[in-house]
């Protein structure tokens, strides 16, 4: 394969593309809605409205923490503990660090990184803390995860899959103006006359619709990055973006979901015989990346770096197959002579 | 040399050519004339090796059109117009050539040059910034010439140059075709214009699924009809007609009142003999010349159509 054949024929393509008004308007549009106005819409409004948390004010003790022993049925006040296990017991005005809590009853306390179950626990500030079966009332979280915090994680991975929507959706758009435009302009005869090679020509197209797909992406991510940190740091305390997860979603899996989306456009726009049938079906690519929305959303598993790390491996596979297929089905005499 | 031996090309159950033989030596315009889906352009995409054969041998520069190795070094050697030019309409005429010329592999200090002096030959150098989208039908084909010619290929293949065309625009494309013919470049020309055929081509063959004559157009006429000599007279009385038929190589004589239409072997032994003959009789001669059969005649003729 010849790349400067390839880097003509990408550039070509990417030429016509700038003065595609229907084009340009998905490629600025898309990004721009979903990755700008949507997180201002939700989020701004979430920010605005929540109060900035406001814990007890707690009068605890500073003293030496009483450390690894276990206390049951009785009660404690004014007192540091860490490591300790609790069954129980009625406590006041303690702090309590990496500690077991079970069957008691705490009050204007501060718990911190600690286990606290089938028990009560009323106007106290917690961090990190694990509750099981528990009565709480009044309840203040310094940082963590309180209802609003996972809340908005959810909400923020919810959006960051628009990352990986945007450049599997857009080629289906551009495709279309792609292969199938040169069959309208009846430009692909005297094409497919010259001496490119179908590998070539094919690298060549989908490079053209592959790089402004994922440079759209990319240039889009660091505003939504900053505008969603912006929006929601002061409700929870700390920047949640760039994460780890995201940035393998991204840079790695988003161009490989791109790719996908444009070999099933190559082979679905070279298999049928009407222009509008290869498009609707050309739109069918986006579903792996919808299951992956609702796989998030209903919580089956958490989007973290390794799960993030696996699905770019499983799609890095299916691209391969898909590009191997693509190059073997690629046939320009069909193209030719079925193509209405 | 284009050549091919028995091509054949089906579509399921519909034969679009059926064993096709031609010989279309270097250097000449060769014109393959038709009526629609008669499989000229089947032939002509079977040639540039966008379609395969179904059976049957095809070559061009002697590089076989169904080897893919090979396929690929004829497509470096021809230029392609097809039925439609196929432009990018977004573009300019320069970048639609200066595309064509890369892919072509046309060295970068030649691609300015070349693309200029096509673009001056065919009258459109001044718009050479305007997208093509916003050209004439006839501007728009012109620039698809251009793109067919701008790697200089050996082999050139016209669909309809002409079709569609108002005359001044065909008048351009005959011309330049012309000089195309006398730099000796070998020409394919799918046509239904068959006096563009006449006028442009050393030998056409007359195609309808499968080659019913090919040949130079005299030679095509020759085929059906003798050689005939025209004479206009003031007046025709029966002695001269008499007169005429008993000479030697005169094969048959046809009258009206002032022509006399003359079947001979050889006109140029036998016209001679006819103005002794009529001039003898008393016939005032205002001309002698030959009746040309035109391509048309040939090709209603062999549709099997009557005038």
């Known amino acids: ?340 | 040399m284009i050549e091919t031996h028995g091509l054949t090309r089906t579509f399921g159950t519909t034969t679009a050519v059926d064993s096709l033989d031609l010989r279309i030596r270097d250097g000449e315009v060769f014109g393959f004339i038709g009526p629609n889906g008669a499989g000229k352009t089947t032939t002509v995409r079977m040639l540039c090796c966008l379609i395969a054969p179904t059976s049957g041998e095809a070559y061009v520069h002697g590089l076989d059109v169904r080897d893919p190795e090979q396929a690929l070094l004829i497509r470096g050697k021809i230029g392609l117009l097809p039925e439609m030019p196929g432009l990018y309409d977004m573009l300019s005429a320069y970048r639609n050539l200066d595309f064509y010329a890369q892919l072509y592999d046309v060295p970068k200090h030649l691609r300015a040059e070349r693309i200029e002096s096509l673009l001056r030959t065919l009258e459109l150098w001044d718009r050479r910034d305007d997208a093509v989208g916003k050209f004439s039908k006839g501007m728009r084909q012109k620039i698809a010439i251009a793109r067919a010619l701008v790697h200089e290929p050996d082999y050139l293949f016209l669909d309809e140059p002409t079709s569609g065309l108002d005359p001044e625009a065909a008048l351009t494309v005959r011309n330049y075709l012309l000089d195309l013919k006398k730099e000796g470049r070998t020409i394919f020309i799918n046509t239904h214009n068959l006096d563009d055929a006449e006028r442009l081509c050393d030998k056409v063959g007359v195609m309808k699924t499968s080659l019913l004559a090919m040949g130079s157009p005299e030679e095509l006429a020759g085929m059906f009809w003798g050689r005939t000599s025209v004479v206009r007279l003031r007046s025709v009385t029966p002695s001269m007609v008499s007169a005429v038929r008993a000479l030697s190589g005169v094969t048959g004589v046809k009258a009206d009142d002032s022509t006399l239409l003359v079947d001979v072997t050889d006109p140029d032994d036998v016209n001679p003999s006819i103005l002794r003959a009529l001039v003898a009789q008393g016939g005032e001669v205002l001309s002698l010349g030959e009746l040309r059969r035109g391509l048309e005649d040939v090709y209603i003729r062999l549709m099997g159509g009557s005038r």
């Open chain 1, 1 to 340: 394969m010849r790349l400067d054949r390839v880097w003509i024929v990408a550039k070509k393509d990417m030429a016509e593309f700038r003065t595609n008004k229907y084009v340009m308007f998905s490629l600025v549009l898309m990004p721009l809605l979903l990755a700008l106005v949507l997180p201002i819409i939700y989020l701004a409004p979430f920010t605005l409205l929540s109060e900035p948390t406001q814990l007890h004010e707690l009068d605890l003790p500073d003293s030496e923490p009483v450390v690894g022993q276990s206390f049951s049925n009785t009660h404690v006040s004014n007192m540091v503990f860490e490591d300790c296990v609790f069954t129980n017991v009625t406590a006041e005005q303690c702090r309590f660090e990496k500690c077991d809590i079970g069957q008691s009853m705490v009050r204007s306390s501060f718990l911190g990184n600690s286990t606290f179950s089938h028990g009560a626990l009323i106007q106290s500030n917690v961090l990190n803390i694990t509750m099981n079966s528990t009565v709480a009332s009044d309840i203040r979280s310094i940082g963590g995860e309180s209802e609003s915090v996972t809340f908005l994680r959810q909400f923020i991975n919810f959006l960051m899959l628009f990352f990986i929507l945007i450049p599997a959706i857009i080629p289906t758009v551009i495709a279309s103006y792609s292969f199938v435009g040169e069959k309208l302009n009846r430009s692909l005869e005297p094409l497919l006359a010259t001496p490119t090679t179908d590998a070539e020509l094919l690298a060549g197209k989908s490079l053209s619709i592959f790089l402004p797909c994922i440079l759209v992406t990319w240039l889009t991510f660091l505003p939504f990055v900053l505008l969603v940190n912006f929006l929601v740091a002061p409700v929870l305390g700390f920047a949640p973006l760039p994460d780890l997860s995201w940035l393998i979603g991204v840079f790695l899996l988003a161009p490989l979901f791109c790719v996908m989306s444009i070999a099933l456009n190559v082979i679905v726009s070279s298999k049928v015989t009407d222009v509008r049938a290869s498009q609707q079906l050309g739109s069918l690519v986006v579903l792996p990346v919808v299951m992956l929305f609702v796989v998030s959303l209903s919580g089956l598993f958490d989007l973290g770096p390794l799960v993030m790390l696996a699905l770019t491996a499983l799609v890095g596979l299916v691209d391969v197959g898909i590009a191997y297929l693509t190059v073997k089905t690629f046939r320009r005499e069909e193209i030719l002579v079925r193509w209405k």
